[in-house]
């Protein structure tokens, strides 16, 4: 007969025991993000940049990486860790993105297996105008173009209204995928996207279990469902709700038509941290076998990589493959 504590083990968790030990036991994962002519790969521990340089040679960065979270361990809760992930992508793909970009104007006297230091002003000054003019692209002109249209059309739809969010919603998707299409005809960003699909082969035969090799990492799909493709378009569904929520219960006043759209935007840009977390979690859930329902907001971030990823060359997937052993290589001695 088996004894109490057998039987105890033989239970099925209930739907809301197995919710609970997600939200706050959520596995560890490997993410990553392609740059020029390579890619990026983070652990919870470790942060790596694989790159091919021009004479062919592969440049690996790796370092111990250390979470904000390590020191504020309320920041890995469900519902916060998300904000503070996108935060850090962000970062980490500004270093990711210098060192690789310095790697391609690097010449002879750089090695391979060396790492090269210094740093690129000029890309992280490109990428600061590009945060801000995406932020403006994406959050000021849809929330004004919205506003413009319903005026036009006489609707007297206001900002708490399920109408207005939808249209902006609308409106920030189109630009989404009009810049993804428009971008994707330039021969790097082609190259670009290859290696992003080089990476989500290299991350799935890594969670298969299956040995790190470039042939069976090739079987695998280049469309992976916490891609920060899916993330944004989570994000961008998330947000309808959120906005609409947030407005009902938001008076602006009698404000003259600039002022009210000023302090409407300076709302949405403090609302994304909240967004971000809760889009996170969904991205997450819906990653696990008790968390298919949610797939329904993954679907059409899915779709979506269809336009961002490529299928890539070997060498190109033996790049994202060295970046995740030199990651991997890290956490295991982390850990030990």
């Given at each position: 007969?088996?004894?109490?504590?057998?039987r105890?083990?033989?239970k099925?968790?209930?739907?809301?025991?197995?919710?609970?030990?997600?939200?706050?036991?959520?596995?560890?994962t490997?993410?990553?993000?392609?740059v020029?002519?390579g890619?990026?790969?983070r652990?919870?521990?470790?942060?790596s940049?694989?790159?091919r340089?021009?004479?062919g040679?592969?440049?690996?960065?790796?370092?111990r990486?250390?979470?904000?979270?390590?020191?504020?361990p309320?920041?890995?809760?469900?519902f916060?860790?998300?904000?503070l992930?996108?935060?850090?992508a962000?970062?980490?793909?500004?270093?990711?993105l210098?060192?690789s970009?310095?790697?391609?104007e690097?010449?002879?006297?750089?090695?391979?297996?060396?790492?090269?230091?210094?740093?690129?002003?000029?890309?992280f000054?490109?990428?600061?105008?590009?945060i801000?003019l995406?932020l403006f692209?994406f959050?000021?002109?849809?929330?004004?173009?919205?506003?413009?249209?319903?005026?036009l059309?006489?609707?007297?739809?206001g900002l708490?209204?399920?109408?207005f969010?939808?249209?902006?919603g609308?409106?920030?998707?189109?630009?989404?995928?009009?810049?993804i299409?428009?971008?994707?005809?330039l021969?790097?960003?082609?190259?670009?996207?290859?290696?992003?699909g080089?990476?989500?082969r290299?991350?799935?035969?890594?969670?298969?279990?299956?040995e790190?090799?470039?042939?069976?990492?090739?079987?695998?799909?280049?469309?992976?469902?916490r891609?920060?493709t899916?993330?944004?378009?989570?994000?961008?569904?998330?947000s309808i709700?959120?906005?609409?929520?947030?407005?009902?219960?938001?008076?602006?006043?009698?404000m003259?038509?600039?002022?009210?759209?000023?302090?409407?935007?300076?709302i949405k840009?403090?609302?994304?941290?909240?967004?971000?977390?809760i889009?996170?979690?969904?991205?997450?859930f819906?990653?696990?076998?008790?968390?298919?329902?949610?797939s329904?907001f993954?679907?059409p971030?899915?779709?979506?990589?269809k336009?961002?990823?490529?299928?890539?060359?070997?060498?190109?997937?033996e790049?994202?493959?060295t970046?995740?052993?030199a990651?991997?290589?890290?956490?295991?001695?982390?850990?030990?």
């Amino acid at each position: 007969m088996d004894s109490l504590k057998e039987r105890k083990s033989k239970k099925q968790k209930s739907p809301l025991s197995s919710l609970l030990t997600y939200l706050l036991l959520a596995p560890t994962t490997v993410g990553g993000q392609a740059v020029i002519e390579g890619v990026m790969m983070r652990s919870p521990k470790a942060m790596s940049i694989a790159v091919r340089r021009p004479d062919g040679s592969v440049v690996v960065k790796k370092k111990r990486w250390i979470s904000i979270a390590e020191k504020f361990p309320f920041l890995r809760l469900p519902f916060i860790r998300g904000a503070l992930v996108l935060i850090e992508a962000i970062l980490n793909g500004i270093e990711a993105l210098n060192f690789s970009a310095m790697q391609q104007e690097e010449t002879s006297e750089i090695k391979k297996g060396e790492e090269p230091g210094g740093f690129n002003i000029t890309l992280f000054l490109t990428m600061v105008v590009a945060i801000s003019l995406a932020l403006f692209l994406f959050i000021v002109v849809p929330h004004i173009a919205s506003r413009i249209i319903l005026s036009l059309l006489n609707s007297k739809a206001g900002l708490g209204s399920l109408t207005f969010n939808l249209l902006d919603g609308v409106i920030k998707l189109t630009l989404f995928l009009g810049y993804i299409i428009a971008i994707g005809f330039l021969p790097e960003i082609k190259r670009v996207f290859a290696y992003h699909g080089a990476e989500h082969r290299s991350i799935y035969t890594f969670e298969a279990g299956e040995e790190l090799t470039v042939k069976n990492a090739q079987q695998h799909s280049t469309l992976h469902p916490r891609c920060g493709t899916s993330f944004i378009i989570v994000v961008l569904m998330v947000s309808i709700i959120v906005f609409a929520i947030s407005f009902k219960n938001i008076q602006l006043g009698e404000m003259p038509f600039i002022l009210r759209a000023c302090v409407a935007i300076l709302i949405k840009l403090a609302l994304m941290l909240p967004i971000a977390g809760i889009s996170y979690e969904i991205i997450r859930f819906a990653s696990t076998p008790i968390g298919k329902w949610a797939s329904f907001f993954v679907l059409p971030g899915l779709l979506v990589q269809k336009l961002t990823t490529r299928i890539p060359e070997d060498d190109q997937v033996e790049v994202a493959l060295t970046a995740l052993k030199a990651a991997l290589e890290i956490e295991s001695n982390v850990k030990t």
